[in-house]
């Protein structure tokens, strides 16, 4: 991507797409000299697409590693939750004469020592 860059709001883009299998310097010396022809009071400036993009989203990489970690970590803090849970409502062995007859889920045996 060639820019023209000007003194107001309004930049100019001028986009060049070159072929797999170019010399680039070469080409990019006979673009510089036909930008320098045509306005010479400008700089000529380039940068390539794709380095544009990936500076661009960098930081919202960054972003989504750090946010990886933390749903990791909160995964991790609700398993060790329903741990805890699972644990404190564990009957004791002593209050099996409480069950009404025929209960036999895991739900029904953990409201009733409740």
Known sequence: MIRRKR???LTGYLMVKIGPGVNLPTMLEK???LYERYNPTNPFDYSFLDEDFNMRYK????LAGI??????LTVLIAC???FG??????CPEDQGSRYPE???????KA???C
Request: proline content about 0%.
């Open 67 to 72: 946010l990886n970690v933390f749903t990791g």
């Open 80 to 82: 060790l939750g329903l």
């Open 111 to 113: 409201w009733c020592c």
């Open 7 to 9: 003194e107001s709001v």
């Open 85 to 90: 849970l699972a644990a404190f409502l564990r």
């Open 102 to 108: 025929g209960t036999g889920s895991f739900c029904t």
């Open 59 to 62: 930081a919202e990489d960054n």
């Open 31 to 33: 673009i510089k000299k």
